[in-house]
């Protein structure tokens, strides 16, 4: 444990931008031996920063993604019922589960979207967490390595297909609450993912999309995923089409890339096209001495 300490001390994740303190934040939570829970709406890096900090340990990462279909049998394993009809119980009948590897390799067991697994299988990390120990029926005790660690993530404000996590398995966890990056950053994140976009084209895609966020009319606006998608068309319809002035490319690739990642209000009698033109309006033509030969008619 002493040499992954000392391996651990600077954190460093060249796939991320910005997210300094949160990254300081989780290495400090798994150095100390605790589990950590990542909050926060998607598309905000919480997948790839605890990736990052396993890379950093030089650890094992196991990915679990948190639905109806993971049962108790499916996260610790289950006995394989051919050999066991053949040779009856034995250790070399039981197909461990990705809890199981997880604790045996002392690796990092990610779960994705916690608040969507059944609560009987939230139960059963109660004793990983608890005691770093599992009992297994018809085969044994299962004793976690040093650096095992559980890591989960989910989007408290999804409120379809999700349930509520009782507190005995929240009082396990460390949690730390990750929402979306500055400007600036977001306008990082689309310059590295899009090569060769023009600044312009990420500063609208950027703007245009935080402004789904809080939009009063929107229940759901979009992650810097969708600014991406927005940059990544805009820049390939500006080389397919050099006629067209850059609002009304920007215009075209946001109905594209935003228009399935909003949601409108049930209280709003418009729809999703509407709003994402009223938002590109608002951003291209708010200032005066801009081109409103764009504006559509």
Not at 19 to 35: I, N, Y
Not at 40 to 69: C, D, I, M, Y
Not at 130 to 145: H, T
Not at 257 to 279: G, M, P
Request: hydrophobic fraction near 45%; charged fraction near 25%.
């Amino acid at each position: 444990m002493s040499i992954v300490r000392e391996e651990a001390t600077h954190f460093a994740a060249p796939e991320i931008v910005g997210r300094e303190r949160e990254s300081r934040l989780v290495l400090a939570a798994v150095r100390a031996g605790r589990d950590i829970l990542l909050e926060g709406p998607p598309g905000t890096s919480k997948s790839t920063l605890l990736r990052s900090v396993s890379q950093s340990w030089g650890v094992g990462f196991h990915l679990v993604e948190g639905n109806a279909e993971l049962t108790p049998a499916r996260l610790v394993g289950h006995h394989d019922p051919a050999r066991v009809l053949a040779e009856g119980y034995s250790a070399d009948a039981f197909v461990p589960g990705p809890l199981i590897e997880a604790m045996r390799a002392g690796s990092f067991l990610y779960i994705e979207e916690l608040n969507r697994a059944p609560e009987d299988t939230l139960n059963m990390l109660l004793a990983a967490m608890a005691d770093r120990a599992v009992v297994v029926p018809r085969f044994g005790v299962v004793e976690a390595a040093p650096t095992f660690r559980l890591l989960a993530s989910m989007n408290p404000f999804d409120n379809i297909g999700t349930g509520r996590i009782s507190d005995s398995v929240y009082d396990r966890w460390c949690r730390l609450v990750v929402d979306y990056q500055s400007p600036d950053e977001e306008e990082a994140i689309v310059a590295a993912r899009v090569p060769g976009v023009a600044l312009d084209l990420a500063a609208d895609a950027v703007a245009i999309t935080r402004a789904t966020r809080n939009h009063p009319e929107l229940r759901r606006g979009s992650s810097v995923r969708g600014a991406i998608d927005l940059a990544a068309i805009a820049r390939e319809l500006a080389e397919v089409d050099e006629s067209q002035d850059r609002p009304m490319v920007v215009l075209d690739s946001a109905m594209l890339a935003l228009s399935a990642r909003i949601a409108v209000d049930e209280t709003s009698e418009r729809t999703v096209e509407q709003v994402i033109t009223q938002i590109w309006e608002d951003h291209f033509f708010s200032e005066p001495g801009l081109n409103r030969r764009a504006r559509p008619a």
